[in-house]
């Protein structure tokens, strides 16, 4: 199993950015997939979540209207487009992948981690 994030950079406050997921050799019933974000000396923190199935996604309150979490079902990919990004953004930015239950923004019902992706907003 893989999860491999990549996008990750600096950029100006105001900027955007977009992430990239790229999983392989999960299990077929692992199919919920979500974006995390860990910030220095902080926990870790849900950020979105998608069923690739039928597109349903759920959003901390924190990145609505400025994150948009999209997938590509043929590439077995999950994108996160972050806008508006601001310094309080910076973080690791962790992709996850999991079964069916669970909330999707909790990270101990996650199975699967990627190794993570840092954001840097200055």
């Known amino acids: 199993v893989q999860l491999v994030e990549s996008g990750g950079e600096s950029v100006q406050a105001g900027g955007s950015l977009t992430l990239s997921c790229a999983a392989s050799?999960?299990?077929?019933?692992?199919?919920?997939m979500a974006w995390f974000r860990q910030a220095p000396g902080k926990g870790r923190e849900g950020v979105v979540g998608?069923?690739?199935?039928?597109?349903?996604?759920y959003y901390a309150d924190s990145v609505k209207d400025r994150f948009t979490i999209s997938r590509d079902n043929a590439k077995r990919t999950v994108y996160l487009q972050m806008n508006s990004l601001k310094p309080e953004d910076i973080a690791m930015y962790y992709c996850?992948?999991?079964?069916?239950?669970?909330?999707?923004?909790?990270?101990?019902?996650?199975?699967?981690w990627g190794q993570g992706t840092q954001v840097t907003v200055s």
């Open positions: 996850a992948a999991k079964g069916p239950g669970g909330a999707y923004l909790e990270s101990h019902v996650y199975s699967y």
């Open positions: 050799g999960l299990p077929a019933s692992t199919q919920y």
């Open positions: 998608i069923y690739p199935g039928t597109g349903t996604t």
